[in-house]
């Protein structure tokens, strides 16, 4: 079945500092990639997106590139702030059933 | 839009009771999904709907569960019985069906605790 491999958490970096969150994935066919972050005390967000292979997903200085070679589709940020502070999910939807990572927690320091 | 909504925020119950959650979707979704998020875990898949048919299920539904979406419009999740391992965050997410992405949008969530 699908399945989705995200790093372990916390991660822990300081204000200005470059963010990398690695996600792989295990997927038949050409699934759409995704990342949700969970804010504390909040629900999912759609943060960004990619439907096919090299595509670019962006958003609030973030970004993912979706590579199918590699089945990777890891989230980057140049200079992250202390409002990143969240919980970051990885997810694919394939067939039918969308599946999500365990999720990594960023803790971004002033 | 107003997002997707859900009702109670929290739940608790003691064990063998019944509970019933309430997910309302983006007006004009059509297809509405249930997840079930324990801590430190991202959302499990439980079941998913495409306007009022329930299209499919996951092994971890047992059959004390049952979901309906008999408008195709809200939906609601029962748990009979309840034990202490169905303590969670019930998660209903909404999207429109498409060629795609199928992107869905969550709601905040139900946190369910089984003393």
């Known amino acids: 079945g699908d399945s989705v491999t995200q790093m372990e958490g916390p991660v822990t970096l300081s204000e200005e500092a470059f963010l990398t969150i690695n996600c792989t994935y295990t997927?038949?066919?050409?699934?759409?990639l995704f990342w949700y972050v969970q804010y504390p005390g909040e629900g999912l967000q759609l943060l960004l997106k990619?439907?096919?292979?090299?595509d670019k997903g962006s958003n609030k200085g973030f970004e993912a590139t979706y590579r199918k070679e590699t089945t990777s589709f890891h989230l980057e940020k140049g200079s992250v702030q202390v409002s990143d502070s969240a919980v970051y999910f990885c997810?694919?939807?394939?067939?039918?059933?969308?599946?999500f990572g365990r999720g990594t927690s960023l803790i971004v320091h002033p | 839009d107003t997002g997707v909504s859900q009702d109670p925020r929290h739940k608790i119950t003691k064990r063998g009771q019944n509970v019933t959650f309430r997910c309302d979707p983006i007006?004009?979704?059509?297809?509405l999904y249930w997840y079930r998020q324990t801590l430190g875990q991202g959302p499990e898949f439980l079941t998913y709907?495409?306007?009022?048919?329930?299209?499919?299920k996951s092994r971890l539904l047992s059959d004390r569960f049952s979901a309906e979406r008999p408008k195709g419009s809200f939906s609601t999740l029962e748990i009979q019985r309840t034990e202490q391992g169905d303590s969670a965050m019930y998660l209903c997410?909404?999207?429109?069906?498409?060629?795609?992405?199928?992107?869905?949008?969550f709601g905040p969530g139900t946190r369910l605790t089984v003393l």
């Open positions: 007006s004009e979704h059509n297809r």
């Open positions: 990619a439907t096919k292979a090299d």
């Open positions: 997810a694919l939807r394939g067939s039918y059933i969308p599946t």
């Open positions: 997927a038949t066919g050409y699934p759409s």
């Open positions: 997410a909404s999207s429109v069906a498409g060629a795609t992405t199928d992107t869905q949008y």
């Open positions: 709907f495409q306007n009022e048919a329930q299209l499919e």
